[in-house]
T-cell receptor, first 112, second 112 residues
Framework: DGGITQSPKYLFRKEGQNVTLSCEQN?????MYWYRQDPGQGLRLIYY???????QKGDIAEGYSVSREKKESFPLTVTSAQKNPTAFYLC???????????FGQGTRLTVV | KQEVTQIPAALSVPEGENLVLNCSFT??????LQWFRQDPGKGLTSLLL?????REQTSGRLNASLDKSSGRSTLYIAASQPGDSATYLC???????????FGPGTRLSVLP
């Protein structure tokens, strides 16, 4: 089945730790995105990538980093510099920058 | 700066009713608009995508319209069912960028 797979579903981070969220797609999409969702707020863009080896900061990139070494993979690292990382993280992809977007099932990150 | 609002924030209806969800955006320079459904703790499921040149799109019991000049879109759900209970999100793609701006969503409950 084609789709977007995010792992893990739940992730717990200790203070001062970096953690990496995985996002893999087998849809052959060029564009990939990371969003953060907090209760009572709309989704906010963290980073996006239109093509392999290229990515751009979104509206709330501080404290996050990404890489795009392969077309199918767009991992997100939440660094210790992110002061309030507890949230629901969603990965998405689309064929191009203006086409229909598809989302993964999300990763819930909690700081313990 | 593009801002997206959705009214109402929450809606509760008896099964079988037809209903309308509203989405408004402040900047009419959009490329397209996409409606999504989100079940609790899950990712987003794409429902309908309307390009800026289109007036409406239909899929089964769902019909989405777009009035770009007035900055509005509506999602019409016919003959609602308890399985339609979810949060419905609209998102617009900017002309000059590649990314979505999301509304906060409408939480729909369809009572049996």
């Amino acid at each position: 089945d084609g789709g977007i797979t995010q792992s893990p579903k739940y992730l717990f981070r200790k203070e001062g730790q970096n953690v990496t969220l995985s996002c893999e797609q087998n849809l052959n999409h060029d564009a990939m995105y990371w969003y953060r969702q907090d209760p009572g707020q709309g989704l906010r863009l963290i980073y996006y990538s239109q093509i392999v080896n290229d990515f751009q900061k979104g509206d709330i990139a501080e404290g996050y980093s990404v890489s795009r070494e392969k077309k199918e993979s767009f991992p997100l690292t939440v660094t210790s510099a992110q002061k309030n990382p507890t949230a629901f993280y969603l990965c998405a992809s689309s064929i191009g920058g203006h086409t229909e977007a598809f989302f993964g099932q999300g990763t819930r990150l909690t700081v313990v | 700066k593009q801002e997206v609002t959705q009214i109402p924030a929450a809606l509760s209806v008896p099964e079988g009713e037809n209903l309308v969800l509203n989405c408004s955006f402040t900047d009419s320079a959009i490329y397209n608009l996409q409606w999504f459904r989100q079940d609790p703790g899950k990712g987003l499921t794409s429902l309908l995508l309307i390009q800026s040149s289109q007036r409406e799109q239909t899929s089964g019991r769902l019909n989405a319209s777009l009035d770009k000049s007035s900055g509005r879109s509506t999602l019409y759900i016919a003959a609602s069912q308890p399985g339609d209970s979810a949060t419905y999100l609209c998102a617009v793609r900017r002309n000059y960028g590649q990314n979505f701006v999301f509304g906060p969503g409408t939480r729909l409950s369809v009572l049996p």
